[in-house]
């Protein structure tokens, strides 16, 4: 079993980023930071990507409206984001409180500015295989974890589990994909699926993202698949200071000896996301000059 070293790899590409940055005389690329209220979990997503910003030379703008905050007033501060040529990129911080409508909110997003990646115009993009456009930062990180750890997905059977806007649909696009390192043979299951382990147990690479903690157990895993594990949930913990531990949807202790690769949580998934994040907002800095 090997273990896919996200940290490594997004420091990788964090310094391939940083490296490129410095090339460029004159206005840096700026990234605009939405945080609605304070989730603990977006408070330090935001502060991480706010972080990473700054250590490779993106300007970040830090925009903290109140909770209660109307959608129509964040539809107006978003387009004044759309508006403001010093803006090269725009992230709304998921989730948004209840009585606003997220998808309507990053349909807002100007498509050039949406470096999430979530706007319709994007979202299409990834199908029609346009690399003009963004595609999702944490889907688009699975596929740069897979192709620096040498996961080719043609004649594979990718086997994802979840079928999010944000992660499960995205990354099934983008590995049934006609092009070199995907090419995969592809399966969603979701809450709907019925003998879900047999399907998962087919798998060459599984990818889980359904936010159950350890949900994936050994008799679901085929030995020697890659098993990508996508899940972020906190589980109460008394012996930690925080009073939780991170753990993924894939239980771990069991699943790892099976696989012939699979990311850890933390350290696998997570940090390509902000990593994937800053090269969409060179990307938009790039296409908007
Ligand atoms: P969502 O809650 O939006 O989607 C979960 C999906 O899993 C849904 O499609 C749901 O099915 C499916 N599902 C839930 N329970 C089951 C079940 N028992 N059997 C089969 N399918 C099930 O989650 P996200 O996609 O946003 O996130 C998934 C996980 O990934 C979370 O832990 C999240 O924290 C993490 N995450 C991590 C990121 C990172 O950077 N590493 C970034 C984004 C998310 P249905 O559609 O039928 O309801």
């Keep these: ?5 996200g940290n490594q790899i997004a420091a990788t590409l964090i310094a391939e980023l940083k490296a490129d940055i410095a090339t460029i005389a004159g206005r840096k690329p700026c990234l605009a930071l939405v945080r609605v209220g304070e989730d603990p979990a977006s408070v330090s997503y935001v502060r991480k990507k706010e972080k990473t910003a700054e250590e490779i030379g993106v300007t970040s703008r830090i925009i903290l409206p109140p909770i209660d905050i109307s959608q129509e007033e964040l539809f107006k ?24 409508d997220e998808v309507a909110v990053f349909r807002r997003v100007a498509p050039e500015k949406d470096v999430d990646g979530f706007n ?30 040498g996961v080719d997905l043609k004649g594979k059977h990718v086997v994802v589990l979840g079928r999010s806007l944000i992660v499960g649909k995205p990354i099934a696009l983008l590995a049934l994909q ?7 043979t592809v399966t969603i299951c979701h809450s709907g699926t019925a003998n879900l382990p047999a399907l998962t147990r087919q798998a060459d690479v599984l990818v889980a993202a359904i936010g159950r903690p350890e949900f994936v157990t050994a008799d ?17 913990d008394a012996t930690k200071k925080t009073g939780y531990r991170l753990t993924g949807d894939v239980h771990f202790p069991s699943v790892a000896p099976l696989t012939s690769k699979i990311t850890p949580v933390p350290g696998g998934v997570g940090p390509m996301t902000v990593a994937m994040l800053m090269k969409n907002t060179v990307k938009a800095y790039r296409l908007r000059r």
Excluded at 122 to 148: H, S, W, Y
């Design 1 to 5: 079993m090997e273990l896919i070293d």
């Design 77 to 100: 501060l978003i387009d004044s984001l759309n508006a403001d040529a010093g803006v090269d990129g725009i992230l709304v911080q998921s989730p948004l409180p209840k009585h606003i």
């Design 120 to 149: 319709t115009i994007n979202l299409g993009k990834v199908a029609q295989e346009d690399d003009t456009g963004f595609v999702a930062c944490t889907p688009a990180g699975i596929m740069e974890l897979l192709a620096r750890s």
């Design 178 to 184: 006609k092009r070199a390192g995907a090419n995969g």
């Design 220 to 236: 679901m895993v085929k030995p020697g698949a890659v098993v990508i594990d996508v899940g972020i949930n906190r589980v109460p």
